[in-house]
């Protein structure tokens, strides 16, 4: 199997639909930008629709590489197919859960901010995770901090938004380091395994998590290692099996092998507990967040206005109180001194 096949079977149907997910928002922001809003929302659907096609014609074009080039061959005998597909089925139900019940408080954000936020986040996280520390021999790589820059634009802007932009950071690692063999075990290393990265923020509007950030950045980035690792296993056991070392089963060596997800996750969670730390990091980031933060109604910043209009109410009535006091008593006054002229 030569590389021209491979690219010929996965590469360009890959790179079509990120070009497709990049370039689509990149004219959604600057439309977006003009303020034009019924536009920015009709381009929203067409590049929706054009990333769905984009991913439909990715998966066929993997199974007819499965089918033409990888099951031939005999070298990687026993995929559980059903298997897999089982688990890329949990897994899916598991971010539809995150994106439509545990991530609707992350919604009243501007789109055009989120965006460029995004797409500088995007660019840091694969920027980094060419600084490799250490490649496993069937794929898998600790970098240095590659996750971080997606952890902190969830907590940031909320696990909807994460769950998209780790998804296509998934498409781009397929590209920068291709190990695929199937299109269900490409789904479970690359897409729904980074996805999970977007749940990093899931615990930011959650009670007392709210007043210590670093403890929901610390959990909510454990959150997420996790979920990405239960993805990479279930492709290990059911798509790698066959390349268990001796004295392992195939469930142990997939448990085993890719433990390396949270040595991975472990460098970006250790090094943005530092940042949360500091206060003045937190501040900014709450503030960069806000500035984006609207209205659901009218499309107005609402960075506490309720209680700054509640507390102008407040000082009004006050106002208005002493000043009637004022008047009662002046009109007092001047009784008594017409009372004493008569």
């Not at 949990?90 to 609707?104: C, E, P, R, S, T």
């Not at 899931?202 to 996790?226: D, Q, R, S, T, Y």
């Not at 279930?234 to 798509?239: C, E």
Request: aromatic share 12%; with cysteine; hydrophobic share 50%.
């Amino acid at each position: 199997m030569s590389d021209f096949t491979l690219i010929n079977y996965l590469f360009w149907p890959i790179l079509a639909t990120l070009l497709v997910a990049i370039v689509g928002a990149a004219v959604t922001l600057a439309v977006s930008a003009t303020g034009h809003k019924k536009a920015a929302k009709f381009l929203k659907i067409i590049v929706g629709v054009l990333l769905l096609l984009g991913i439909i014609a990715t998966v066929v074009c993997m199974s007819l590489y499965y089918k033409n080039e990888i099951e031939p061959s005999g070298d990687y005998e026993g995929i559980n197919t059903v298997a897999m597909a089982v688990i890329a089925v949990i897994l899916f139900a598991v971010i539809i859960v995150f994106y439509f019940f545990l991530g609707k408080k992350h919604n009243d954000y501007n789109d055009t901010r989120t965006i460029a936020y995004g797409a500088i986040s995007l660019a840091l996280s694969y920027a980094l995770s060419y600084a490799a520390l250490f490649k496993m021999p069937q794929g898998g790589t600790i970098t240095f901090v590659s996750l971080l820059p997606l952890m902190i634009y969830s907590y940031m802007f909320g696990i909807r938004r994460g769950l998209i932009l780790g998804f296509i950071y998934g498409i781009l690692q397929a590209i920068q380091d291709p190990w695929i063999i199937h299109p269900i075990q490409f789904l479970l290393d690359y897409p729904l395994a980074f996805a999970m990265i977007g749940v990093a923020g899931v615990f930011k509007e959650i009670g007392l998590f709210k007043k210590v950030p670093i403890l929901a950045f610390v959990l909510g980035g454990i959150l997420a290692v996790v979920l990405r690792y239960l993805s990479h296993v279930g492709s290990g056991i059911f798509a790698f099996g066959m390349y268990a070392e001796e004295g392992y089963t195939a469930v142990a060596w997939g448990f085993l092998y890719n433990t390396f997800a949270f040595a991975d996750g472990a460098i970006a969670i250790a090094l943005g507990s530092l940042l949360f730390a500091s206060r003045s990091f937190v501040t900014q980031v709450l503030d960069k967040a806000a500035e984006g933060k609207v209205g659901r109604k009218k499309g107005v910043q609402i960075e506490d206005e309720p209680e700054e209009i509640e507390d102008n109410n407040s000082k009004d009535y006050e106002t208005k109180v002493v000043e009637d006091e004022n008047v009662k008593e002046s009109e007092s006054v001047e009784d008594k001194d017409t009372t004493a002229e008569d």
